[in-house]
């Protein structure tokens, strides 16, 4: 064991053994020592090492603790594998192709249809225990399944090709789920429009994520940021206290803004225009006010009508399936913001939905991170423009 602690010793910096290592030796003779002493004197090492190194020692050190960390998070973050298939529509009027494929796009990723999924090939046992099932089939609908065209629609396009991918935790759970979307298509519309599978599922030979090279070096850049940062708050200690205090003043600040959440519509009309309709109901005062009664909106607010023009927005989009418009209305409650748009969408007449109002998972403002960033930012600038000036009239004054 005096060997391993005299190992250990050996770890501290020259200076250091220079002037200390005779007594640490002659302690280590006389008392010997065990595990716990073969810590501390490691544990002393590496603090003397760190705080006689300089800037860059501490910095590589601070960088080799982050990389550690993301190491250990990198790997205990599952791997998720891709399995793609790719189909191609039979040839048809292009319009005709896209409806038949939204229709069955509907329905396949359905909540009826994807809750059955999720049961045959037990997907997410543990989150199951823990949330509800709309949670699990909206992170499904939204993040694990991809359905994506593989070129441009166009009219003189021989087949419209697209392709369908599954994120799993597993190569043959994600190869499975994948082939059973694929044959939930083609019997989908075998009758209407019949589909050519050009390439099945793919088995994943590898996993595409987590990027765990990408996280080593962002955990070392990090850490070797994050010592920086902490000589920077040794030496001057002015820049850091006074941008922490500005975040610190924003955070709060940030909370006497409400939430606005926005449901977004998407319309559609063969021969009209769909963002006259919409700009026609978001003109027509008299029929706002009564969603306003109806729906009791903006309570506090003196001019209430004005400020629900404000949030109801129409956008054009140029599409090839047609005249397509999208319809968003903001509402720091998410539910009346959906009932809201599905009454306004409601009285535009006669124009397809081709998405209803949808029912906002989060808040899309005050981005709260951004401002609290905003804040610490100006308040390292001001710090550093106060110790500028300190120190360009503290010489001043002596003299």
Not at 11 to 16: F, M, T
Not at 72 to 90: F, G
Not at 264 to 280: E, F, I, N, Y
Not at 329 to 356: H, I, N, S
Request: hydrophobic content about 45%; glycine content about 8%; some cysteine.
């Amino acid at each position: 064991m005096k060997t391993l602690l005299r190992c250990a010793a050996a770890l501290y910096p020259s200076a250091w053994r220079a002037r200390y290592g005779a007594e640490l030796d002659a302690l280590i003779e006389d008392t010997g020592g065990g595990w716990l002493e073969f810590v501390d004197i490691c544990k002393g090492a590496m603090k003397m090492q760190i705080v006689s190194g300089g800037l860059w020692r501490f910095a590589s050190a601070c960088g080799l603790t982050g990389l550690l960390i993301a190491g250990v998070a990198a790997w205990r973050t599952p791997s998720e594998y891709q399995s793609i298939a790719v189909l191609r529509m039979a040839p048809a009027p292009l319009e005709e192709r896209l409806e038949k494929l939204t229709k069955a796009e509907e329905a396949i990723l359905s909540r009826r249809s994807l809750a059955a999924v999720i049961q045959k090939y037990d997907l997410y046992p543990e989150q199951r225990k823990r949330a509800p099932l709309e949670e699990i089939v909206q992170n499904l609908r939204n993040r694990q399944i991809q359905i994506r065209m593989l070129t441009r629609p166009q009219s003189q396009d021989p087949g419209l090709a697209f392709s369908i991918a599954f994120n799993g935790e597993e190569p043959r759970t994600a190869q499975a789920v994948t082939g059973e979307l694929t044959s939930q298509f083609v019997d989908a519309l075998k009758d209407s429009a019949p589909l050519e599978v050009l390439d099945p599922a793919s088995l994943p030979q590898r996993a595409f994520s987590p990027n765990r090279p990408a996280w080593l070096a962002a955990g070392l850049l990090l850490g070797m940021a994050a010592g920086l940062v902490l000589l920077g708050i040794r030496r001057w200690p002015l820049i850091p206290l006074a941008g922490l205090l500005v975040a610190a003043a924003v955070l709060p600040a940030t909370y006497l803004i409400p939430d606005q959440f926005r449901s977004v519509a998407v319309l559609r009309s063969k021969a009209g225009d769909p963002g006259q309709a919409a700009m026609a109901v978001v003109n027509d005062r008299a029929y706002l006010q009564s969603l306003i009664a109806q729906f009791g909106l903006y309570p506090k607010e003196r001019n209430a009508l004005e400020r629900m023009q404000r949030s109801l927005a129409v956008k054009d989009i140029h599409a090839p399936i047609g005249n397509v418009c999208l319809v968003s209305f903001d509402y720091p409650d998410r539910y009346r913001a959906q009932a809201v748009l599905k009454a306004a969408v409601g009285r535009t007449g006669a124009v397809e939905l081709l998405d209803p109002p949808s029912l906002p998972e989060r808040a899309f403002t005050p981005n709260r991170l951004a401002m609290v960033m905003a804040g610490l930012f100006a308040g390292l600038v001001l710090g550093g423009m106060a110790l500028a000036v300190r120190r360009h009239r503290t010489p001043a004054l002596v003299a």
